[in-house]
């Protein structure tokens, strides 16, 4: 009860996110019903084709439940300590009214995915609706209740868990964020090996009918995706030091010290970012190649992942943007212009573009060679 009644006293911002973590968790819930509706629809068929489209559902499910995770995170950090303290909430009741808000909102999305899920197989309507291709919703089959029930309660679940473990490490934000970097280059260096020198033939077939991909290069491209966000604050720290090197002016100064103090919390969303741009430029080149269309099921699935990582990562920039206010407030006072700050957030958004866009080409072009 308490969780819903911080969630109805958020205000309209809070609860625009929320409604967005909510909407991803619909979408992902979509996206695993599909998988059991398939196989339903398919009894006699391999069970490894189910299995297969199970596991391609790991992506959108990590990347909804981080969403979920970062909306959790802002909205407790905003909470007011002292009067949850006041109705006995320590440390330990923060962190399990944070989770247990964070799976309430999951679960409603959950729980319209099952309802959307429902009128699109004709059981609400009793019309089936066939936009989606042939034996995805396995009308005229009964759901099983455990089945349903399990697929929908991993996205909560998963999301409750990842809001009590990042938590419970504390608030506190890795300082030596150039430590990083070489564990996360070398990471990447050594997916990428693994993606190149993949064996050819038969492996994991890939969504929409575009061919088939080799397990090593799946674990590959898991290993370089770990390697970037591991790398994405070291990164942001390099750059911001690079930019407050050689006798800076004022605006390159206050630009690189930003980078520098902001790379903790803007690195890992930053990278996660790279990692995606990376993939959806390797699915665009895999699709071009031999001219074959996405179905509708693999379309959905690639909006659904861009856009929660896409506000995931403007979650991290809302967060660290709103942290910047005591130092903003402190340039005021020194008679630091508007357009000086204007043109120092300028510069840091170029120099990272500039870093970032060609690294997420270099790592989609060497992905696609297996």
Known sequence: MLSLRVLRGAGPAVLGRWALAAAASAGTGLLLLSTLGWALAHPGGDASHAAVRLVWCVVPVVVTVQLAAAVGRTQSAAWPREGLSSVGLGRTGLLALAAVTTAVVCLVGSAVALLVFLQLRGDVTGVEWNGVGPGLLASGKALPPAGVATLLAVVPAAAAGTMLA?????????????????????????????????????????????????????????????????????LVHVIGRLLAAYRPGPVRLLAGR????????L?????????????????????????????????????????CVLATAAVSLNETASSRTEARNALHEVAASPTTLRAALAVRATALLAVLVPLAFLVAALSTLP
Do not use: K, N
């Open 166 to 234: 990042g938590l419970r490490s504390g608030h506190t934000r890795v300082r030596d964020a150039p430590g990083s970097l070489p564990w996360g280059v070398a990471l990447v260096a050594v997916g990428l090996s693994v993606e190149v020198a993949s064996p050819r033939g038969d492996g994991l077939p890939l969504p929409s009918g575009l061919g088939v991909i080799a397990p090593a290069a799946v674990g590959g491209w898991i290993v370089t995706t770990a390697g970037m966000v591991l790398a994405g604050p070291g």
């Open 267 to 307: 690195g890992r969303p930053l990278g996660l970012l790279c990692a995606t741009a990376a993939a959806a430029l390797s699915a665009y080149t895999l699709q071009s190649g031999d001219g074959h269309r996405l179905g509708p099921v693999s379309v959905f699935a690639f909006t659904l992942i861009a856009v």
């Open 258 to 265: 930003t980078l520098q103090h902001e790379s903790p919390r």
